[in-house]
């Protein structure tokens, strides 16, 4: 078919075609969309923003989750027994945040004790000052009790020679040298309960449950309220190896121990004490007035008078400062020392070398 053909062929079908065909496309109900595609949005999409906040969110509380285990959360819980019992709560640095007394007598002890966010280290060794100060520490024979809790085992055992080393590092220094025992401690609910109860420190009520394990005829009622040393003389007397239930340091003393209110059975001192109760066949108070009647005109014997600077060397090792005034009288010596904004007035035993008085007072301003 040639071209001419074709052309007259297409032109007849359009004069054809039905010429209402425009008009019905424009009737058509037109279709709106619901919402906007890739093409007809026309903007760009941020799909990153809400995981960004989201991401934000999750690090603040993760930081915040760390601070609070870091400073705020108990980690480790101490005991110091020394007939007051004494607890002491640590956050995972070993700061303290809580420092409590188990009773009475132990509340005098910390009342002063400066102890929120200070370390274990500081706060135990303001213990031990506290404890020589009000007298609960005297003699070569004091016996104390440091118990520790950790969750973590490997914690625990380092916390408890830490203990150790500042306990004895401290009253070294004052030459005390106690007799220091010490035990790592598990959990268990039980010897907590019954340490509330009986207003006795974990620490304690541990050491008595252990020795009634290895000795069943004790009884709890029977242990609670005695002494450190007056438990450690019953374990030695029913046979009580000591050493299974307690680290004691290889301390030979703990083998033959003192009772803490022990006195010797007649020491001819000019006291009140009948010491006929101690040993009964001398008739020391009760018939001879040469002895231990108080009323009596004997003079107590003196020991050796300790130097100056032994004195010195004493009241320095209970705060460290300058000393600003040195009085030595016949039978104490007195001393004044500035430190940390403070005037501390010592009196020590020019004998004894034991602390008479401590005082602190604020130094003022016009001075």
Same mark, same amino acid.
């Given at each position: 078919?040639?071209?001419?053909?074709?052309?007259?062929?297409?032109?007849?079908?359009?004069?054809?075609?039905?010429?209402?065909?425009?008009?019905?496309?424009?009737?058509?109900?037109?279709?709106?969309?619901?919402?906007?595609?890739?093409?007809?949005?026309?903007?760009?999409?941020?799909?990153?923003?809400?995981?960004?906040?989201?991401?934000?969110?999750?690090?603040?509380?993760?930081?915040?989750?760390?601070? %609070?285990?870091?400073?705020?959360?108990?980690?480790?819980?101490?005991?110091?027994?020394?007939?007051?019992?004494?607890?002491?709560?640590?956050?995972?640095?070993?700061?303290?945040?809580?420092?409590?007394?188990?009773?009475?007598? &132990? &509340?005098?002890?910390?009342?002063?004790?400066?102890?929120?966010?200070?370390?274990?280290?500081?706060?135990?060794?303001?213990?031990?000052?506290?404890?020589?100060?009000?007298?609960?520490?005297?003699?070569?024979?004091?016996?104390?009790?440091?118990?520790?809790?950790?969750?973590?085992?490997?914690?625990?055992?380092?916390?408890?020679?830490?203990?150790?080393? *500042?306990?004895?590092?401290?009253?070294?220094?004052?030459?005390?040298?106690?007799?220091?025992?010490?035990?790592?401690?598990?959990?268990?609910?039980?010897?907590?309960?019954? &340490?509330?109860?009986?207003?006795?420190?974990?620490?304690?009520?541990?050491?008595?449950?252990?020795?009634?394990?290895?000795?069943?005829?004790?009884?709890?009622?029977?242990?609670?309220?005695?002494?450190?040393?007056?438990?450690?003389?019953?374990?030695?007397?029913?046979?009580?190896?000591?050493?299974? %239930?307690?680290?004691?340091?290889?301390?030979?003393?703990?083998?033959?121990?003192? *009772?803490?209110?022990?006195?010797?059975?007649?020491?001819?001192?000019?006291?009140?004490?009948?010491?006929?109760?101690?040993?009964?066949?001398?008739?020391?108070?009760?018939?001879?007035?040469?002895?231990?009647?108080?009323?009596?005109?004997?003079?107590?014997?003196?020991?050796?008078?300790?130097?100056?600077?032994?004195?010195?060397?004493?009241?320095?090792?209970?705060?460290?400062?300058?000393?600003?005034?040195?009085?030595?009288?016949?039978?104490?010596?007195?001393?004044?020392?500035? &430190?940390?904004?403070?005037?501390?007035?010592?009196? %020590?035993?020019?004998?004894?070398?034991?602390?008479?008085?401590?005082?602190?007072?604020?130094?003022?301003?016009?001075?």
């Amino acid at each position: 078919m040639k071209d001419r053909e074709i052309l007259e062929h297409i032109k007849h079908g359009i004069d054809k075609a039905p010429i209402d065909i425009l008009d019905g496309i424009k009737s058509q109900k037109a279709v709106k969309m619901m919402k906007h595609d890739e093409i007809t949005r026309q903007e760009t999409r941020k799909p990153f923003k809400p995981l960004m906040f989201f991401a934000s969110a999750a690090a603040a509380f993760l930081l915040i989750f760390f601070n %609070i285990q870091q400073f705020v959360m108990p980690d480790s819980r101490i005991y110091i027994d020394i007939n007051p019992g004494i607890e002491i709560t640590t956050n995972k640095k070993d700061n303290v945040i809580k420092l409590e007394p188990i009773n009475e007598d &132990a &509340a005098q002890i910390i009342e002063d004790i400066q102890y929120k966010n200070n370390s274990l280290k500081k706060v135990t060794e303001d213990i031990m000052d506290s404890l020589v100060v009000k007298g609960y520490i005297r003699g070569e024979d004091e016996i104390m009790l440091v118990s520790v809790y950790n969750g973590d085992v490997n914690k625990s055992k380092k916390l408890t020679a830490e203990m150790n080393d *500042t306990i004895h590092n401290k009253l070294g220094d004052i030459n005390k040298a106690p007799i220091l025992l010490t035990q790592s401690l598990e959990k268990n609910n039980t010897i907590e309960e019954f &340490a509330n109860r009986l207003g006795i420190s974990t620490g304690k009520m541990t050491f008595v449950r252990n020795m009634i394990i290895l000795n069943p005829d004790l009884k709890t009622e029977d242990l609670v309220d005695l002494s450190l040393a007056e438990l450690i003389e019953i374990s030695r007397s029913s046979g009580i190896d000591i050493e299974k %239930i307690i680290n004691t340091g290889n301390d030979e003393r703990i083998r033959m121990p003192k *009772t803490q209110d022990q006195r010797p059975a007649d020491d001819d001192y000019d006291d009140y004490y009948d010491d006929d109760d101690f040993d009964d066949h001398l008739d020391d108070d009760d018939y001879d007035d040469d002895d231990d009647d108080f009323n009596d005109d004997d003079v107590k014997v003196k020991g050796q008078r300790i130097d100056e600077a032994k004195a010195k060397e004493t009241a320095l090792g209970l705060v460290y400062g300058n000393i600003t005034d040195f009085v030595s009288d016949d039978d104490e010596y007195g001393i004044e020392i500035l &430190a940390g904004g403070y005037e501390y007035n010592i009196k %020590i035993d020019a004998y004894t070398g034991e602390v008479l008085e401590f005082e602190k007072d604020d130094i003022d301003d016009d001075d």
